[in-house]
């Protein structure tokens, strides 16, 4: 990945980060968050696929193995963990009522992409997953949105966390999905937001209130997770900060 240091102009103003579930945003711009927020940027999470929270649907195994019965029980836990996450950074949450998979979405692709379309219509710059988008939520979510188009100012990728993280070893691969191939006529080039160590320890701290997913993620509090979880952190930073790519 190519590395550029300073303060990116495209930060400011209203900035949506799209996030397929109660995480990803944070997870993998937690620091740049903390650090536009700081310099006045009005951020919001987005959740997409924030779970149906008066479904009664049995958990699937991810949310079983974290302790939870029902997408709804899911629904109510994992949003209180975004809602502690996003105000460590000064981000507003914003959540839609889609199922996650493996749950029923309760949503057309149309109007998913609607909806998405009107809550970012107007801000100055919209970040999407865009590596190494292997969890089909990722990828359907970027995939739809791109090729629909959204009404907004800039659209960039961000490079997503602890998966970007996981692939470390590898150069970063061809455009995974298609829609990526077809707005990315020549290579993506991948640039780094650099932070303050400061707002790397708020990021810590807002990945930290996602205390259900971090154990399952491999980044719990005691064990290999706790070094897990600090040497990801230390990579980013060592790399240059949080990984973002720009289409427009
Ligand atoms: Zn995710």
């Avoid at 495209?10 to 700081?38: C, N």
């Avoid at 914003?94 to 996650?100: I, P, Q």
């Avoid at 907004?152 to 995974?176: M, N, T, V, W």
């Avoid at 205390?211 to 706790?226: A, D, M, P, T, V």
Wanted: proline fraction near 6%.
């Amino acid at each position: 990945m190519k590395t550029s240091n300073g303060s990116d102009p495209r930060f400011a103003g209203r900035v949506v980060i799209v996030s397929p579930h109660l995480d990803d945003a944070v997870m993998s711009l937690g620091a740049t968050i903390a650090k536009a927020v700081q310099s006045g940027t009005r951020i919001e999470v987005l959740t997409v696929f924030a779970y149906k929270p008066a479904s009664s649907e049995p958990a699937g195994p991810w949310d079983t193995s974290c302790g939870y019965q029902t997408e709804g029980q899911a629904a109510d836990s994992r949003r209180a963990e975004d809602r502690q996450a996003c105000l460590a950074l000064g981000a507003e949450p914003h959540w839609m009522s889609f199922g996650a998979e493996p749950y029923q979405r309760g949503a057309s692709n149309d109007e998913i992409w609607s909806a998405v379309d009107s809550a970012t219509r107007g801000a100055d710059l919209v970040l999407l997953p865009g590596y190494p988008l292997e969890h089909p939520d990722h990828a359907e979510l970027t995939q739809l949105l791109l090729t629909r188009g959204l009404s907004c100012g800039a659209i960039g990728l961000y490079a997503e966390q602890p998966y970007s993280f996981d692939h470390r070893s590898k150069p970063p691969g061809p455009a995974p999905v298609r829609a990526l191939q077809a707005v990315a006529d020549k290579p993506l080039v991948w640039t780094r937001v650099n932070a303050s160590r400061a707002h790397r320890r708020t990021k810590l701290e807002a990945v930290r209130a996602y205390r259900s997913q971090l154990r399952h993620l491999g980044l719990g509090e005691s064990g290999i997770g706790f070094f897990r979880l600090r040497y990801l952190l230390w990579h980013e930073a060592a790399r240059g900060g949080e990984a973002v790519a720009w289409l427009s």
